[in-house]
């Protein structure tokens, strides 16, 4: 082979090596960038349940406070605990706040499909990015090949044709 078509070669195979190199960082990059984004998604579901929790006992502390309210208000005007106006009224507090409840729990649970849906549309990219990745690098190797594959065809082929005489 002339020293020029082994200089382009050997070019080649560095730009191969290369290649290698970089899909190897870009590969660390994209599964960092995923762990990030998983850790930022597991991070928002905690805080979804901290604010869930959170806003379910403010709501309780405020029915407690409002059915204390209600007693001493009852007893200030005479009127008995166990009576029929006293019992709607705190069974209209406690059915109030379970609604209030029921509302909130599914707010949280609304919240968290988004996130688990966001989290595996994020793992879908990344599958996406690491197979681009991976045809990029397949075309680069195959071009790499063929190029050095026609490249000793033909020098095998001028060899053949210089000793025997063919193609002359």
Known sequence: MEPFTLFLLSMQAAGVVTSLWSSQGAQKQIQQGRAMEKAGIEMNMAA???????????????????????????AARGVGTGTELT?????????SQKGDQEARRMRMLSREAELRASNVLSGLHT?????????????DLFEVASTGIRQFEGESQNALSSKFGFGK
């Open 48 to 74: 979804n349940n901290y604010e869930f929790e959170e806003s379910s006992l403010a709501s309780m502390k405020a029915l407690r406070q409002n059915l204390g309210t209600q007693a001493v208000m009852q």
């Open 87 to 95: 019992v709607g009224k705190v069974q209209d507090s406690i059915s």
């Open 127 to 139: 599958m996406q990015s690491e197979t681009q990745l991976g045809q990029s690098l397949s075309k």
